[in-house]
């Protein structure tokens, strides 16, 4: 266990399972239409929705610790860095709902990402640096596509 998780408590901790989900990596991410994307968010959310225990907090979190274990079969293994950017729709999906705005040919469109409000942000906070994210930790193991995430609150901000 990590100094400064919080242990001991049922709301230091928060998990989800994502059954039948092989998350596409970094390169598929990058060529995929936003329609597309927000699909993959949106389902994601859906499934954690459903299996995200405990409910989330209040407020979000200020700081934590996320493992990330990508359950894949063989032949869609990714690489060291490929599998951190594959988390990403999945970080989006942590976070409070936000609004913001995107394009559509001439015009600019008022959109909103729905979350479920367990991370303030999904920034880096190792160092010096503010973000909730004070470690990520992403695993793959071989075997039927599969997503299981750990959310560690963490007391000390500063660990």
Do not use: F
Request: with cysteine; aromatic share 2%.
């Amino acid at each position: 266990m990590h100094p400064g998780i919080v242990t001991g408590m049922s709301t230091g901790r928060w998990t989800l399972h994502l059954d039948d989900v092989l998350l596409p990596g970094p390169n598929r991410l990058i060529r995929m239409n936003a329609h597309d994307y927000r699909q993959l968010r949106d389902e994601i959310l859906l499934l954690a929705r459903a299996t995200l225990t405990p409910a989330p907090p209040p407020a979000p979190l200020e700081a934590c610790h996320v493992t990330v274990t990508l359950h894949r079969p063989a032949r869609s293994l990714l690489d060291a860095d490929a599998k951190y950017g594959a988390v990403k729709p999945l970080l989006d999906v942590l976070q409070p709902p936000r609004a913001y705005s995107r394009r559509v040919g001439a015009r600019t469109v008022q959109d909103a990402t729905a979350g479920l409000g367990l991370l303030r942000d999904d920034r880096d906070g190792e160092g010096a640096l503010q973000g909730c994210i004070r470690a990520l930790r992403v695993v793959q193991v071989i075997g039927a596509p599969r997503v299981k995430v750990v959310i560690d609150a963490v007391q000390d901000p500063s660990a």
